[in-house]
């Protein structure tokens, strides 16, 4: 659902500038309201923490998980009083609830996911996580087009048609904190220790990593945040919103993908027959869930059912062969991989920008497969040998994703100034190119009081 209601924004941007005739620039004002949450709410936690411990040590993670769910359902439900006013800041505020939830969830759910087993394989089970979060995400635009596209419609593009779609979203979350509420969750060993001041700070791999997570989310939402005015362009595709929305699936769908194939490549299992076995099951079961779930249709009275053909998607295929390739080269180590991915982005976004129609169509879409695994793997090689400073550590990973909010705002201003929105993707490239620097350098561990590095 996290993922999910993250991917609706990509939906909710082009529906939200046509309704209310906004800019580039101030249609991407609903990214820096989501993603701004994530910097002050995760610094009152570090501030919060570096004075008086931390409160989720305290208060513990299942708990924390239900707040933060709690938090995301009365999020969605404000945006009915938004679309009734008909303000946008209204849907900015609201927003900006919804975030806070999920930041708390990112805080809770990142550590706890990575500390449920070996050390070793930390990147595994976060891509495993993020799979399913991939999954939401890549519903998200089908769901998302289907519902506030056609079946709330009523045939024009107003605000009123968010209002019920929000509705259900809102009662999924809260629906799910009853369920969690009944859950047994393994506790953590060493939860308790309470860690106060600053010190975790003085660890320069986490530094690296914190800016390094600022870019990589930057990144990655801002190319989401205007793939559909991308695919809109006449000299790419031409797509109208909703025909549009419906390909953010295989954007998602890839990252999908990539990290299902992560968590296996990175896991523990040892023989390589299997695992490569493994990894080509999970391209194909994934490819044929995206390939089935973006030919569901809607016109607003029926459903029914329009497949591309196998040679529309042929090339989309061709990248993820290669995506897979990628996988081997890094050989499921987290910082090679980490380098391969981020340099594979670099050539993408320099194919969108200097190419056109269904070659730099697909090339933006591969971007998410690419894209998958690399919140994990900053994550764990950031978080590597702090121990009890881990919780704090993750309070300020998840504070720099206010990447999202910031960077998108900067493509926005780019695009609206070169009067281009092809070209304003120049902003991306630049923060894969610290992305790039991290996996090669940055993520290196020196220990206190050393110059011994560890990779």
């Known amino acids: 659902m996290w993922g999910f209601i993250t991917v609706m ?209 930057g990144g990655d939402i801002s190319i989401g945040s205007f793939l559909i005015n991308f695919f809109k362009l006449e000299s790419i595709m031409g797509f109208e919103e909703a025909e549009g929305s419906a390909f953010i699936a295989y954007y998602w769908g890839g990252a999908m993908i990539g990290r299902f194939i992560g968590a296996v490549s990175m896991g523990s299992l040892n023989n390589k027959v299997k695992k490569y076995l493994t990894m080509v099951a999970f391209s194909l079961l994934s490819f044929a869930f995206i390939y089935l779930i973006t030919s569901i249709k809607n016109d607003g009275n029926a459903f029914y059912f329009e497949a591309l053909s196998l040679k529309d998607v042929a090339l989309f295929l061709v990248f993820l062969t290669l995506n897979f390739l990628a996988f081997l080269v890094g050989q499921g180590k987290p910082a090679r991989l980490l380098s391969v991915f981020a340099a594979a982005i670099i050539v993408l976004l320099i194919a969108m920008i200097s190419t056109t129609g269904i070659f730099a169509f697909w090339s933006a879409i591969t971007i998410g497969a690419f894209n998958s695994i690399l919140w994990s793997n900053i994550f764990t090689l950031a978080i590597k040998d702090l121990g009890k400073y881990t919780s704090q550590a993750s309070s300020l990973l998840v504070m720099m994703i206010v990447g999202g909010a910031i960077v998108p705002s900067i493509q926005g201003w780019v695009a609206d100034a070169a009067d281009s929105i092809q070209l304003s993707f120049i902003v991306p490239v630049l923060c894969y190119v610290y992305v790039l620097f991290y996996g090669i350098k940055g993520h290196k561990v020196i220990h206190k009081n050393s110059t011994h590095l560890m990779v």
């Open 9 to 217: 924004n990509d939906v909710l941007i082009p529906h939200l500038k046509s309704s209310f005739e906004l800019t580039y620039l101030q249609a991407s004002l609903v990214q820096s309201a989501f993603f701004g949450a994530f910097f002050f709410v995760s610094l009152g936690y570090f501030l919060v923490s570096a004075s008086i411990g931390d409160p989720i040590s305290k208060f513990g993670y299942k708990k924390s998980v239900i707040v933060g769910l709690v938090i995301c359902g009365l999020g969605c439900t404000l945006f009915y009083p938004a679309a009734e006013y008909g303000k946008y800041i209204f849907f900015l505020g609201a927003l900006f609830i919804l975030a806070s939830g999920v930041t708390i969830l990112q805080i809770a759910a990142n550590p706890y996911a990575a500390r449920l087993g070996k050390p070793e394989t930390e990147s595994s089970r976060l891509n495993l996580a993020q799979g399913f979060n991939s999954l939401g995400a890549t519903l998200a635009p089908v769901v998302g087009a289907i519902l506030i596209y056609s079946i709330f419609s009523n045939g024009t593009i107003t605000v009123d048609s968010l209002k019920t779609p929000y509705l259900i979203f809102g009662g999924t979350f809260f629906l799910l904190a009853v369920l969690i509420s009944f859950v047994e969750l393994p506790r953590i060993k060493g939860q308790e220790s309470i860690v106060t001041g600053t010190d975790v700070l003085q660890h320069r791999h986490l530094k690296f990593g914190m800016l390094a997570i600022f870019c990589y989310v």
